[in-house]
């Protein structure tokens, strides 16, 4: 069958509109679910623990789904996912109200909600694949100001209608994102759906240099959870409104836009290694000017530093690992990559902070995780001169 153009740029125009309101639920309930926790009367450690829960499922779960995914269709899968995430949404501040039923319910969620936005990250390159017109990134864009929206969203109902919000503005966003969705072409998949791959880790860990580096990147990925999960209990404490914390979160996510154009320049101009530079000493500032405010709306400006201390140090921290890694493992080389990031980096931060919690206020604690980049960045500065060569 022949598709006409005109085909192609209405469905990039439904993937552009899919990206939005998928982050936009995203932006619902990420930041906020902490602040949700602590309103049911969770102790730190205990805060830590169940919003840890949904990074860890998805190390496990995500390359369950997409071997389903693969074998039984992205569209179906996808839509499975996001259907049964909304429902789950809808029902959770209804259903789960002690400890033992959110952290149950917590796990079910994850199950259905973490694969949503790699299965639409396949679903998008295998559109790019066919489609002269189509770019990934451009595409996937459009995420931000997604999440940016629903942030700020959450922010301003939640002041009238309290915290349970945060599920039902997710759900509602989720529902939107499959109707959208339904319009969608359906083709052969030429991208796997399997994000995650082990294959060939033995020979990816023979390589020291790489190794070191997962380690930093995990260091800086336990700090970077304070400012990702636990800034909206930072605003709290500090006296932030809902409206302004909402704000402050949309700032946040929208900071990131230029940057995947910074990113793309800088990379051209310098070593993948100098840019991580910059953006592992941008989250030592970034920390540290937390730690050193006491105002709400200053917040505002510190979350400008979002598009520095993320977006330069996911897209850098990729390429960096593409040439570090022969061609045959680069996969497993990204998979690691997110395992140590996004895996025991958001696991082991939410963990030890909501410990932490427990007796220091989460100021002093943004103060302790400064101190600790401070460290990690020079120690990267040091390897950089030291080892140039293996970096550069």
């Not at 910074?262 to 100098?274: E, H, Q, V, Y």
Request: aromatic share 14%.
């Amino acid at each position: 069958m022949v598709t006409l153009p005109g085909k192609w740029s209405q469905e990039n125009n439904l993937l552009r509109a899919v990206f939005f309101f998928a982050f936009a639920s995203l932006g619902c309930w990420m930041p906020n679910f902490n602040l949700w926790l602590e309103d049911r009367g969770m102790s730190g450690s205990v805060m830590g623990y169940i919003s840890a829960i949904p990074w860890l499922v998805m190390l496990v779960v995500q390359p369950l789904w997409g071997i389903i995914a693969d074998k039984n269709g992205k569209m179906r899968c996808f839509n499975t996912a996001v259907l049964a995430a909304a429902f789950l949404f809808s029902v959770f501040p209804i259903v789960a109200r002690e400890k033992l039923s959110i952290g149950g319910f917590t796990f079910l969620l994850a199950v259905f909600q973490t694969p949503i936005l790699p299965l639409l990250d396949s679903l998008t390159l295998d559109h790019v694949s066919r489609s002269q017109n189509a770019s990934y990134s451009r595409l996937r864009f459009w995420g931000a100001p997604g999440f940016g929206a629903g942030a700020w969203l959450t922010g301003i109902l939640s002041e009238t209608y309290g915290n349970d919000v945060v599920f039902y503005l997710g759900a509602a966003f989720l529902l939107i994102t499959w109707i959208i969705a339904k319009g969608l072409l359906s083709h052969t998949p030429s991208v796997s759906a399997a994000d995650i791959s082990f294959r060939g880790l033995k020979q990816t860990l023979e390589n020291k240099m790489l190794l070191t580096f997962l380690v930093i990147v995990m260091v800086v990925s336990i700090a970077q959870s304070a400012s990702s999960f636990f800034l909206t209990v930072y605003m709290r404490e500090i006296g932030a409104s809902s409206s302004v914390t909402g704000t402050a979160i949309g700032v946040q996510a929208l900071s990131e836009l230029p940057f995947y154009f910074i990113a793309a320049w800088l990379l051209r101009k310098t070593s993948a290694a100098n840019v991580l530079q910059i953006a592992i000493w941008g989250t030592a500032v970034r920390l540290l000017l937390y730690y050193l405010n006491g105002n709400p709306y200053m917040v505002i400006g510190i979350e400008t530093l979002n598009g520095v201390t993320w977006t330069l140090l996911w897209i850098a921290s990729v390429e960096f690992v593409n040439h570090k890694v022969p061609a045959a493992w680069r996969t497993t080389g990204q998979s690691l990559l997110w395992a140590m990031y996004f895996g025991a980096g958001a696991v082991l931060g939410n963990i030890l902070i909501g410990r932490l919690y427990e007796s220091l206020p989460m100021r002093q604690i943004f103060g302790i995780f400064s101190m600790i980049v401070w460290v990690v960045a020079l120690a990267f500065l040091l390897l950089i001169r030291g080892r140039k060569k293996d970096l550069q």
